[in-house]
């Protein structure tokens, strides 16, 4: 008794058409090494972040297309698999200090933004659950900021670029928003450039030739410094 | 300047039937009065003339048609249709026989040909109306 | 009265003088333009064939947003953006099959009901009468000499326009309430060459030619319209009909809302002239019709 209920569940998979049985506890990646695959490329971090292994799949008797990054879920029941190596994508070539943070820059760097027809494919691709048609929409009217914040956990795994009936590159769009934004319109830390200006003084070389003698010679008095360093809270 | 024009029949009428039914306008209905051509503002730059464009879709010509210039001249303000006494729209005329290349990817304009001065100075109405009638 | 008002993307850039001085010209007239939430481009021309639904995905998602905040109208200031929304929402409402379609296919979002109306601001102000705008001008625009242009969508095809195709008079009645004199243009009703300007920017250049010499011929000091594309190419594209025309004389280009709230007097900063191509400023300065200038001659 105790051992079946210790036997682990398992799930009716199909990878590429053929069926496996594999417990359902693992996820995407996972199922597929389990059925005896091994990924040489276009799996990353395995963490949820890199966005190396967004893929889709399907229900058995289900017309409705799936996403989502393999690392992250679960496989289920009746799952029709695959893996994606990778979208291919062009990005606007750009140096960003030439750049001006005026709302025409994104048409005139990916002018192909005007074919948006706001079919929200790219939405409902998106494993991140953003709004992407929306600031797609906004990068047509020049809203960086818009842009930036509605993109901002975007980890580009290219499942919009993907899909897109326009042949759209929504996340180059909305990451070339971010660093305008960034760089250009959001308030800057004012502790952060005074800080900057010290170390361009020479501020802290002392300190830090100290520290790399240590490092050399006396490498347990530089952890007592650090375990003992003053730190700020909050 | 005379042409000899050979009709394939079946051939002409399916394609005259595909015109029709995806413009969905009645294109049999014109009797070649020559209203939409003198209300057209842009017909000195066509080959075709608007009320020719409808008499060669009824005759089925494709080759003629979808080879027109004029065909990417229109500018779709619909003058034609507001003269034109039997209601015939010519500007879905001309859309429906630009679909019949675009759809096969032949595209007229393409975006990343504009130069970079274009794209700073043309405004996205523009453009995204040019794409919508001149891209796939 | 607050009405959901749909800008479009022009507006947010070249057009920003007329989303400006239309925000305030309309509160003035008890009206508050409200900006729908979401929206999304119009796709700025309508599909015309039959068998295309995917063009008309977009319209159709912005009345859906408007269901959404449960109101029934949607005002628009653009020609462009009217004529798009206008016309796929009479689509889907002769055509339940369409709708069925494109809503099955919006997914997760509400479906369209058909329950909203398009207006443009012009059809909100004839509504309220002419006669009511004239009584709140406060700087009538006495002097001061235009040619209405109507363009394409704002009219035709008849079915969408907002007056008649052939012969309207809406712009006429606005700016005669306004003060200013109007002169008869027959190329009001003319294409501008809409987006030939930007693969036939010559073409364009020869009807603006055109539209415009015979507006300054006729003795007119300023042309006005109501479509941000139409304002583009009439405008910006002076340039190319000076290089392709040496006799060509420069004219301003007006917004109808701009007139609006130069008459209603509420200052410099509402109108947005500073990105227009022909500066508008020196002729209004010529006219005292601009405060910063001349002392202003205050009317009874």
Not at chain 2, 18 to 42: L, N, T
Not at chain 2, 90 to 108: F, M, S, T
Not at chain 3, 58 to 80: F, G, H, W, Y
Request: charged share 30%; glycine share 4%.
């Amino acid at each position: 008794m105790e051992e079946e209920a210790e036997k682990e569940k398992m799930v009716k998979v199909y990878i590429m058409g053929r069926e496996f049985e594999v417990p359902a506890t693992l996820n995407i990646v996972k199922a597929f090494e389990y059925a005896g695959y091994r990924f040489v490329r276009g799996i990353g971090c395995r963490g949820g972040y890199c966005g190396a292994c967004a893929t889709v799949y399907r229900f058995k008797d289900d017309y409705r297309l799936n996403f989502a990054l393999a690392c992250q879920k679960a496989v289920e029941d009746g799952m029709y698999l695959t893996i994606l190596p990778f979208v291919p994508a062009e990005k606007a070539q750009y140096e960003l200090d030439k750049l001006k943070p005026r709302g025409t820059v994104l048409l005139e760097l990916y002018p192909e933004i005007a074919r948006c027809v706001a079919c929200n494919t790219c939405t409902k691709a998106c494993p991140q659950e953003l709004e992407v048609m929306d600031y797609v929409q906004a990068a047509i009217r020049g809203d960086i900021k818009e842009l930036s914040n509605l993109s901002f956990d975007c980890i580009q795994c290219g499942l919009c670029a993907m899909r897109c009936p326009a042949e759209i590159v929504p996340y180059n769009v909305g990451q070339l928003a971010r660093r305008l934004y960034g760089k250009y319109v959001a308030p800057q830390a004012k502790h952060t450039h005074a800080r900057v200006e010290e170390i361009h003084a020479c501020v802290f070389d002392e300190e830090l030739d100290n520290y790399s003698i240590l490092v050399k010679e006396d490498v347990e008095k530089l952890k007592k410094i650090y375990v003992e360093r003053e730190i700020k809270v909050g | 300047m005379s042409k000899t024009i050979r009709l394939d029949s079946t051939e002409a009428a399916k394609f005259a039937a595909k015109i029709q039914e995806r413009s969905g306008e009645p294109i049999d209905m014109c009797f070649q009065c020559g209203e939409c051509s003198s209300a057209c503002p842009v017909s000195s730059d066509m080959d075709l003339m608007p009320s020719t464009l409808v008499r060669f879709t009824q005759l089925g010509l494709k080759d003629e048609l979808i080879n027109a210039k004029t065909i990417w001249v229109c500018a779709s303000c619909f003058h034609c249709v507001t003269r034109c006494p039997k209601g015939i729209d010519i500007a879905k005329v001309a859309e429906a026989l630009r679909q019949e290349l675009l759809r096969k990817k032949l595209d007229y304009v393409e975006v990343r040909d504009l130069s970079m001065e274009e794209r700073q100075e043309i405004p996205q109405i523009a453009i995204i109306s040019n794409l919508r009638k001149f891209s796939r | 009265m607050k009405i959901p008002y749909f800008p479009g993307c022009s507006l947010k850039t070249i057009g920003e003088g007329f989303e400006k001085s239309a925000i305030a010209s309309a509160a003035i007239l008890d009206f508050e333009l409200e900006e729908l939430p979401r929206w999304v481009c119009c796709g700025t021309v309508s599909s015309l064939t039959t068998d295309d639904l995917m063009h008309h995905l977009a319209p159709i998602r912005n009345l859906i947003r408007v269901e959404d905040i449960k109101e029934t109208q949607l005002v628009t200031l653009c020609s462009v953006c009217y004529s798009t929304l206008k016309r796929s929402n009479a689509l889907v409402k002769n055509d339940p099959e369409k709708l069925k379609t494109m809503n099955q296919f919006m997914d997760k979002e509400n479906e369209y009901q058909g329950s909203v109306k398009v207006l443009h601001f012009l059809e909100l102000l004839r509504e309220m009468g002419f006669d009511k705008i004239k009584e709140k001008v406060k700087k009538p625009l006495r002097g001061l000499t235009l040619s209405p242009y109507y363009g394409c969508l704002l009219v035709r095809p008849k079915e969408f326009g907002i007056d008649n195709p052939e012969d309207p008079t809406i712009l006429q009645e606005l700016t005669k309430a306004l003060g200013a004199d109007v002169i008869d243009n027959p190329y009001q009703l003319k294409c501008c060459g809409s987006y030939h300007t930007v693969d036939k920017p010559n073409l364009v250049a020869d009807l603006g030619y055109k539209i415009l010499t015979y507006a300054r011929n006729s003795g007119a000091d300023a042309l006005v319209l109501s479509c941000p594309l139409c304002a583009f190419n009439l405008d910006n594209r002076q340039r190319e009909i000076k290089r392709q025309y040496p006799d060509f004389v420069e004219i301003p280009i007006l917004y109808f809302t701009q007139l609006m709230a130069l008459a209603f007097d509420l200052g410099e900063e509402k109108l947005g002239f500073d990105i227009h191509y022909v500066d508008p400023v020196p002729l209004l300065k010529e006219k005292q019709l601009l405060i910063d200038s001349l002392p202003l001659i205050k009317e009874k």
